[in-house]
């Protein structure tokens, strides 16, 4: 079981351009979430899945796409990155609503 | 609005020494309030609690929760310096939500 896990580790950006930060959990868990996590702001939801075909925003969605076209994948688009989105970026997966989540690695972004 | 708020924002004391972070919440429907431990990388998860009044326990750490005052609280007893790391509250939002409302964390640094 390699639980949630994440790719890339790091990744350097410069503003404008777009990528994707993978999130992929093999424990069959229906929901996922992203997160991202500055200094001094604690974990902030960016969006959210209940189940394959199944998303929704959270608190910070603003310039963040998601689609979950498998139970497995979660993936997470930077459309157009701004400098505003450096920050370290967490998938999280949980077998319901209300239980424990499992984290992923974390990604580190920077944009420039 | 919903929130969490832990106290204190950070922390440092000596090995041996006992160690008591706060987690207060104000939070629609409240379910449950969860507790983990992060270190460098991803947060690992420590408790569940949902019922007020019953301490759960792990070796040296423990945590209870008071849904009347509204607050949680986690003990550390004899840290040790692998204690060091920061310690995040959450909260899980209402019934249909797929929401976990996180405090800020308490930075935790425990010197040998």
């Known amino acids: 079981n390699a639980g949630v896990t994440q790719t890339p580790k790091f990744q350097v950006l410069k503003t404008g351009q777009s990528m994707t930060l993978q999130c992929a959990q093999d424990?069959?868990?229906?929901?996922m979430s992203w997160y991202r996590q500055d200094p001094g702001m604690g974990l902030r939801l960016i969006h959210y899945?209940?189940?394959?075909?199944?998303?929704d925003q959270g608190e910070v969605p603003n310039g963040y796409n998601v689609s979950r076209s498998t139970t497995e994948d979660f993936p997470l688009r930077l459309l157009s990155a701004a400098p505003s989105q450096t920050s370290v970026y967490f998938c999280?997966?949980?077998?319901?609503?209300?239980?424990?989540?499992?984290f992923g690695p974390g990604t580190r972004l920077t944009v420039l | 609005e919903d929130k969490v708020v832990q106290s204190p924002l950070s922390l440092v004391v000596h090995e041996g020494d006992t160690v008591t972070l706060n987690c207060s919440y104000e939070?629609?429907?409240?379910?449950?309030l969860l507790w983990y431990k992060q270190e460098k990388k991803a947060p690992t998860f420590l408790f569940m609690l949902?019922?007020?009044?019953i301490e759960k326990k792990s070796g040296r750490l423990s945590s209870i929760l008071d849904k009347k005052e509204l607050f949680s609280i986690l003990n550390i007893t004899a840290t040790q310096t692998g204690d060091s790391a920061i310690y995040l509250c959450?909260?899980?939002?209402?019934?249909?939500?797929?929401?976990?409302?996180f405090g800020t964390g308490t930075r935790l640094k425990v010197l040998a």
């Open positions: 999280a997966s949980s077998y319901s609503q209300g239980s424990r989540q499992f």
């Open positions: 939070v629609t429907n409240f379910r449950s």
């Open positions: 949902t019922s007020s009044g």
């Open positions: 424990m069959n868990h229906e929901y």
């Open positions: 959450a909260v899980v939002g209402p019934s249909g939500t797929y929401k976990y409302i």
């Open positions: 899945s209940v189940g394959a075909g199944i998303t």
